[in-house]
């Protein structure tokens, strides 16, 4: 466990980022797991007007805490198309409805 001089470097260099950034993604399963630090990113979040995305835990294993979906702007699957088009919707303000083609032989 790092100790608290560790932990405060930690949390200026999340500053920092989180203040250059368009959205906050957060894996619902570190929540769960370090609820106290990802609180202060959310916080962080919330003090810099930035949008925040949950991803739910891959697989279905477990379920996104409560906690984490109550202070989010969306929620989505663990999915490269459903995280790039939240991350447009929430932090571009971009529409992006989709129409999946498929092509048959």
């Not at 466990?1 to 993604?25: F, L, N, R, T």
């Not at 106290?36 to 995305?53: C, M, N, S, T, Y």
């Not at 409560?66 to 989505?76: G, N, T, W």
């Amino acid at each position: 466990m790092p100790d608290s001089g560790g932990i405060d470097a930690m949390k200026d260099e999340y500053i920092v980022q989180i203040k250059e950034c368009e959205a906050v993604v957060v894996l619902a399963a570190h929540f769960a797991e370090n609820p106290e630090l990802v609180g202060f990113q959310l916080d962080v979040a919330e003090a810099g007007q930035k949008p925040i995305i949950a991803i739910r835990p891959f697989g279905g294993v477990s379920e996104t805490p409560v906690e984490l979906i109550q202070r989010v702007k969306e929620h989505v699957e663990w999915n490269s198309r459903g995280i790039a088009d939240s991350i447009k919707r929430q932090a571009r303000l971009e529409d992006t409805a989709r129409w999946d083609l498929i092509d048959f032989p």
